[in-house]
């Protein structure tokens, strides 16, 4: 994964806020994934126009005092990629 990649989520997934859950989800046809608070902030970067730098450098203004904040956004990335929740380009 470079910096440059532009993630986007596969087709029939989506991201929503689920009151009854209190936090995000991302659905697909088969079901539901729960996310935590930190892939929930990274999932709503994830639009198809941002590359993985833009998320980054975004997140860190946002949470500048999170050690190590590239290095786990990257992490996330690659899961999410490799379980097919994104697709990048």
């Not at 990274?42 to 941002?50: D, P, S, W």
């Not at 190590?68 to 899961?79: C, K, P, S, Y």
Request: net charge negative; proline share 6%; with cysteine.
């Amino acid at each position: 994964m470079t910096a440059e990649q532009i993630p986007r989520l596969r087709r029939g997934f989506r991201l929503q806020f689920e009151p009854a859950q209190n936090c995000h989800v991302l659905l697909y046809p088969e079901g539901m994934i729960k996310l935590n608070d930190s892939a929930g902030e990274i999932l709503k970067q994830v639009n198809g126009e941002h590359s993985v730098g833009d998320i980054i450098a975004e997140l860190r203004g946002r949470f500048p005092d999170v050690p190590g904040i590239d290095e786990d956004i990257l992490a996330f990335m690659e899961v999410a990629n490799a379980q097919f929740w994104i697709e990048l380009h």
